[in-house]
């Protein structure tokens, strides 16, 4: 007779796997009840018992802050642009840009819109937050948009460099200084390296396509960036005229070839 086979029980999750877990799980509750939003709902959503949350943050307001700093990371968006195919035709590429970005500007603003709305003054000061994250409140249901880096207009200075923070040679590549001082510059804030991350990872997208611009792809990634952040950034009843915002095949469009119909004509 066999001995009875021993079961091997599941490896149980991290701290910070639980963590995250249980956000993943509270995120769309706080956008729909913001601070109203009880443990027990957060509990039964994520399949766990409510004790379990007390078990990965000392409260809920720390669990709402942890709620805060995923909504407006930017790993998630990071990603995406990067999982873009370069192989793509440039202006499907910067459409899907497009669509990754406005998908991250709304989450953030949703998100953090609802717990400001509700009364969570906790958490990372609007702006960016530690370890680079924006946390630029955006009114809840649709409202104005924060700039996301703290600077009117939200852009990049107009030479599309950061004066403050190293730009990586390529997805992942290892940074360099951008003023030719190394080791004299104070350290970049996170604000500043969470716009050069977006940033850098446009231009990344443009790279292929850089002999066909008449700008460097630091430019036009820029200009990209401003045409979107404002376009994010106009109210849906804006009273300039009447004028509903760009589409983004319309922004795509003025990036690539301006606004006349035949360039060079006025």
């Known amino acids: 007779m066999k001995p009875p086979t021993s079961r091997r029980r599941a490896p149980g999750m991290s701290v910070e796997e639980r963590r995250a877990m249980i956000v993943a799980a509270a995120l769309p509750l706080v956008a729909d009840y913001g601070a109203a939003v009880t443990t027990s709902q957060i509990a039964r959503a994520a399949g766990i018992g409510e004790g379990t949350i007390f078990r990965a943050f000392k409260d809920k307001d720390e669990l709402l802050d942890a709620c805060v700093t995923e909504a407006v990371g930017t790993d998630h968006v990071l990603r995406e642009l990067a999982s873009i195919s370069l192989d793509e035709p440039l202006a499907a590429r910067l459409a899907e840009a497009a669509e990754a970005l406005h998908a991250h500007v709304e989450r953030m603003g949703t998100v953090v819109g609802a717990l400001h709305a509700s009364g969570h003054r906790r958490g990372p000061a609007p702006g960016i937050g530690s370890r680079g994250r924006e946390t630029a409140p955006r009114d809840v249901r649709g409202g104005e948009a924060a700039p996301p880096d703290g600077r009117d207009g939200g852009l990049p200075p107009p030479d599309g460099r950061d004066r403050e923070a190293p730009r990586p040679n390529s997805r992942g590549g290892e940074a360099s200084p951008s003023n030719g001082r190394e080791g004299q510059a104070p350290p970049p804030d996170s604000r500043t390296q969470s716009l050069t991350a977006l940033r850098n990872a446009v231009i990344e997208l443009l790279e292929p396509d850089r002999t066909a611009f008449r700008l460097s792809p630091e430019k036009v990634a820029a200009a990209f ?31 690539l070839h301006g606004t006349l119909n035949a360039p060079g004509s006025a």
């Open 225 to 255: 960036l401003g045409l979107l952040f404002t376009r994010l950034q106009a109210p849906a009843s804006a009273p300039e005229a009447g004028a509903p915002p760009l589409t983004p095949d319309e922004l795509i469009a003025i990036l």
